[in-house]
């Protein structure tokens, strides 16, 4: 790629903010820098990068998936066990919970379950989710921007609720994805339960 200096001058934008863009790029692993060299543009991977921070619509890109939302957002009680440990805040506000389902080249991918405590994200529920990133409406909106995670992950056997939403039959085996997203807001995690049907594709990325 061009360097640094030279990106300045043709975009006419500052240091930092050619800085910060590459770093993206590199995080999402589509260039690799090296002193003394520059970046070098890599590859595009070919696997579904649902384990990159940066979510699944930024990865995949909106041409090939098609996110339906099954059910609307709704204020509940965490479900119990949580799949990862509460602060008392979290679970005396409730958490929003939304049901969504992805689609690339026409194949259930992913059946998606995000929980979101209820704290500080006004008409939340009144937005529209069909075709968007989860990760893009927290940014643009609210200012919260995911920073790294936890997650858990197992195989599982499908069960009657999976095999409709993920295009597989009963017991077959699903790879489930328990994610805890942390973000630049002080205290703020939000997390998702994430069922794969990976018989078609394989997961990869950075997190």
């Not at 910060?20 to 589509?30: D, R, W």
């Not at 965490?78 to 958490?95: A, H, T």
């Not at 939340?124 to 989860?134: A, G």
Request: hydrophobic residues 35%.
């Amino acid at each position: 790629m061009p360097s640094e200096n030279e990106l300045c001058a043709l975009h006419n934008v500052t240091r930092p903010t050619v800085r910060q863009a590459l770093s993206k790029l590199e995080n999402e692993g589509y260039i690799s820098r090296h002193q003394g060299k520059g970046s070098i543009v890599r590859a595009i991977p070919d696997g579904i990068g649902i384990l990159s921070i940066q979510g699944t619509t930024s990865i995949i890109g909106q041409k090939n998936l098609i996110t339906k939302t099954l059910f609307k957002p709704s204020i509940n009680p965490w479900p119990e066990p949580f799949i990862f440990k509460l602060s008392e805040q979290d679970i005396e506000v409730g958490c929003i919970i939304l049901e969504r389902q992805r689609i690339v080249d026409g194949i259930p991918i992913f059946y998606d379950i995000s929980y979101l405590p209820n704290i500080n994200i006004p008409r939340f529920m009144q937005k529209s989710f069909e075709n968007k990133s989860l990760f893009n409406i927290l940014r643009t909106s609210y200012d919260i921007e995911v920073i790294g995670g936890e997650q858990k992950i197992r195989a599982v056997k499908a069960d009657k609720n999976l095999s409709t939403y993920l295009n597989v039959k009963v017991n077959d085996p699903v790879l489930h994805l328990q994610r805890k997203m942390k973000t630049n807001r002080f205290g703020y995690c939000f997390y998702s339960s994430i069922y794969c049907n990976t018989k078609d594709f394989f997961l990869e990325g950075t997190f």
